[in-house]
């Protein structure tokens, strides 16, 4: 069972940076696609960022410029550096692993960390 634990979330105000961890209990270089998502209250989850292991990299538009997704297979652990952060950034961020397959992928969620975003 694959285990993704998520850390750096708190409590920051606007313009501050975070960055978050995931770490893997597993070589994430097995995995097609690594990321984060968000969910706000009340809210659809959002994609934020993905990475895969060509080193292609994604980002939903509300945080382009701002975030930027890495990895270090070395450590099986994605990064997310977050700055000029907003209080609509606000929400549970969560890692994300997948491997694609023919019918139904492989997808592995943490548990979440908190990021909030004081005006």
């Known amino acids: 069972q694959v285990q993704l634990v998520e850390s750096g979330g708190g409590l920051v105000q606007a313009g501050g940076s975070l960055r978050l961890s995931c770490t893997a209990s597993?070589?994430?270089?097995?995995?097609?696609?690594v990321g984060w998502h968000r969910q706000a209250p009340g809210k659809q989850r959002e994609l934020v960022a993905t990475?895969?292991?060509?080193?292609?990299?994604s980002y939903g538009d509300s945080v382009k410029g701002r975030f930027t997704i890495s990895r270090d297979n070395r450590k099986n652990t994605i990064y997310l550096q977050m700055d000029s952060l907003k209080p609509e950034d606000t929400a549970v961020y969560l890692c994300?692993?997948?491997?694609?397959?023919?019918?139904?992928?492989?997808?592995?969620w943490g548990q979440g960390t908190q990021v909030t975003v004081s005006s």
């Open positions: 994300n692993a997948r491997r694609v397959k023919a019918i139904v992928d492989d997808n592995y």
């Open positions: 597993t070589t994430i270089f097995t995995f097609d696609v």
């Open positions: 990475v895969r292991n060509d080193g292609r990299t």
